[in-house]
Structure formats: structure tokens, C-alpha cells
């Protein structure tokens, strides 16, 4: 017995699970941040306590490394809020996907707008996750020479 109901049902979750493989790669990448971003937070927290300590002559670069700790944290989290934005949108593409094969409307416009949206969130994400590691690099490099100066951050 032919069941074009339960067809549709099947053929609308067949559709919706493609972009649900977006999501796990989404969700990996923000892992990846915010496992970044707890090494900073963390490592800010020693460093900003240590600054008494390494005198008047290093306190401004420490400053400074304080300063761009900060702003490697406001990437990472902007990043973070874009990604969390392209999950949202991921999921509503899902469930546009999911009506229109049920409900049989033509929703192709509004779907394929929100999935370029996503892609524009997650590129977004991915160049300022570039931004990060540049400024992360850096610092490794400016932290190498205080370390060769004797000071043990």
C-alpha cells in the first residue's frame, strides 16, 4: 500500500539532514574557539597578576601584551557570535526545508538567502579566526623576547 504522506515525510527528512552536517562542522569550529579563547582568558589573568613584579621598565610592553590579549578575546568571541548566529540560521534553513517538502510550497528563494547568509557568517567567522592566530603569532614572538630578556611571564 502506497502512503504518499509518510513519502513526503521521509523525502522532507532526507532533505533536512544534509545541512545538519553544517552544524557539526559549526560546532567543531567553535570548539576550537572557545578552547582559544579560555587559553587567553587564562593566560591574561596570570600575566596581569604578575605586572608588579617585572618592574617599570617592562610593565609598558607587558601592557601592551595585556592590550593585545584583549583584543585576540574580542576576536575570538566576535568570531564565536558569528558562528552561533550561522548554527541559528543552519537550523532554520532545516526547518524551511522541512516545511516547504511537507506543506509542498516553494520556499527555494527564502532558503537559498538564509543558506548564503549562513555561508557569509561562517566565512566572516573563519577570517577573523585568521585575524586571531596572526595576532597570536606575534605576541609568541614579542613573549620570546621578554623571556630572553630574563623575565619570567
Given at each position: 500500500m502506497n502512503h504518499p504522506p509518510t513519502e513526503l515525510l521521509v523525502n522532507a527528512i532526507e532533505l ?38 617585572c618592574g617599570e621598565e617592562n610593565s609598558d610592553r607587558i601592557r601592551f601584551e595585556l592590550k593585545t ?85
Open positions: 533536512s539532514v544534509t545541512p545538519v552536517f553544517l552544524l557539526v562542522g559549526i560546532n567543531s569550529f567553535m570548539a576550537i574557539l572557545a578552547g582559544r579563547l579560555t587559553r587567553i582568558i587564562d593566560r591574561y589573568r596570570a600575566i596581569s597578576t604578575k605586572i608588579n613584579r590579549m584583549k583584543a585576540r578575546m574580542q576576536i575570538s568571541l566576535r568570531s564565536i557570535q558569528l558562528l552561533t548566529l550561522g548554527m541559528v540560521g543552519t537550523a532554520l534553513v532545516v526547518i524551511l526545508i522541512f516545511v516547504a517538502t511537507i506543506a509542498m510550497i516553494d520556499l527555494t528563494p527564502i532558503t537559498m538567502l538564509l543558506f548564503l547568509g549562513v555561508m557569509l557568517l561562517i566565512a566572516s567567522a573563519a577570517f577573523l579566526f585568521l585575524r586571531e592566530i596572526q595576532l597570536a603569532t606575534k605576541q609568541a614572538d614579542r613573549f620570546t623576547d621578554l623571556w630572553a630578556s630574563g623575565h619570567d611571564l
